[in-house]
């Protein structure tokens, strides 16, 4: 069965625009990340900084509720750093399986160039045995 180029450029093309989709979407996943990763850079930071007043505000504390107010202040920005944690995780796992994803796609259409290559050559090897038969022909017949 042969191959017809035409159908091979098209499943080229396909696979192009399949591959350049999952650059876009990993893309879109890796600017996700890094929004995840900065923010949860920022969360931990405002915790740094809420325990440096808290070191005050304890030592100045007086009564039991004004510790616990100091806990709390605390408690709200570790959970804070515990949920901006949480979607960074998510972040790199969607970032990771968009790599994955385009990684795929290249070797698909790595796979179908390859294809085009190879019809394209045989393609070629017989047009050049046709026009070396064909000039044989002709010098064939201008003996006779």
Do not use: Y
């Amino acid at each position: 069965m042969t191959v017809k180029p035409r159908i091979v450029r098209a499943l080229r093309d396909a696979r192009t625009r399949m591959r350049d989709a999952a650059a876009a979407d990993h893309s879109v996943t890796t600017a996700a990340r890094e929004r995840a990763e900065q923010q949860l850079a920022d969360e931990q930071r405002a915790l740094e900084a809420a325990l440096d007043a808290a070191a005050g505000r304890l030592a100045g504390a007086r009564t039991v509720w004004e510790v616990h107010h100091v806990a709390e202040g605390t408690g709200v920005h570790r959970l804070a750093v515990l949920d901006a944690a949480a979607r960074h995780h998510q972040a790199v796992h969607a970032s990771n399986a968009t790599a994955a994803k385009l990684h795929e796609r290249t070797r698909q259409l790595k796979t179908a160039e390859r294809l085009v290559d190879m019809v394209e050559d045989v393609r070629a090897k017989r047009e050049a045995t046709a026009e070396q038969k064909s000039a044989d022909d002709m010098a064939g017949a201008r003996r006779k």
